[in-house]
């Protein structure tokens, strides 16, 4: 139990449609990052949020965005969806006090694109 | 850029047998190296670390140390159970404020009793 909730566990859409998942951050910790995860396939970076602001993204393109609130909940948005986007998307939360590197992650979102 | 190259799964051991699961990495600078494990039904949960060269990590058993010279992290367990039985994940990162990990493709370990 890392204390990171995420929402929604499954769902299914549509090519061309766009969706919301969202996290909850384990208390005290101001850092969220998202990872895609494709079957079969480690986790990707997509991108992380410090106090707010995105202080890093890998490689994804502009239609994955994301938001973190001042209680430092986040939500990634992916609008067009492809089929390539089908995949677990997890969040992960980290503080930094102190710093120890270590990421503490949801169980993630299952999203399967039709 | 940063990669992470662990061997490909299954790994199919008895209970009590030695395991091995390799891991070789590229990185920029001096990375944190990590094991991270995915249990059935659950999320990513760090298994064990080392930040610099010749540390070793250490955790359940499980243990690994940090190569510089031959750029590897390499878990070992003396003894698996059939509680071991997950996905291993081999990451990284470069440090600095961005603190993004960069993950293998995982290795699944399957333990029969």
């Known amino acids: 139990e890392t204390g990171v909730t995420q929402s929604p566990t499954h769902l299914i859409k549509t090519r061309g449609q766009q969706v919301t998942l969202r996290c909850s951050s384990q208390s005290g910790h101001n850092t969220v990052s998202w990872y895609q995860q494709a079957l079969g396939q480690g986790p990707q970076f997509i991108f992380q949020y410090y106090r707010e602001e995105e202080n890093g993204r890998g490689n994804f393109p502009p239609r994955f965005s994301g938001l973190q609130f001042p209680n430092y909940s986040s939500e990634l948005n992916v609008n067009a969806l492809e089929l390539d986007d089908s995949a677990l998307y997890l969040c992960?939360?980290?503080?930094?006090?102190?710093?120890?590197?270590?990421?503490?992650f949801g169980e993630g979102s299952r999203l399967t694109v039709l | 850029g940063d990669s992470v190259t662990q061997m490909e799964g299954p790994v199919t051991l008895s209970e009590e047998a030695f395991l091995t699961i390799n891991c070789t990495y590229t990185a920029t600078g001096y990375p944190s190296l990590f094991w991270y494990v995915q249990y059935p039904g659950e999320g990513l949960q760090l298994l064990l670390k080392?930040?610099?060269?010749?540390d070793k990590g250490s955790n359940k058993g499980f243990e690994a140390t940090y190569r510089k010279e031959t750029t590897s992290f390499h878990l070992e367990k003396g003894s698996v159970q059939v509680s071991d039985s997950a996905v291993y994940f081999c990451?990284?990162?470069?440090?600095?404020?961005?603190?993004?990990?960069?993950f293998g493709s995982g290795t699944r370990l399957q333990v029969q009793p």
């Open positions: 992960a939360s980290s503080g930094d006090r102190p710093n120890t590197g270590e990421l503490f």
């Open positions: 990451a990284l990162t470069s440090g600095g404020g961005r603190r993004a990990l960069t």
């Open positions: 080392a930040t610099k060269a010749d």
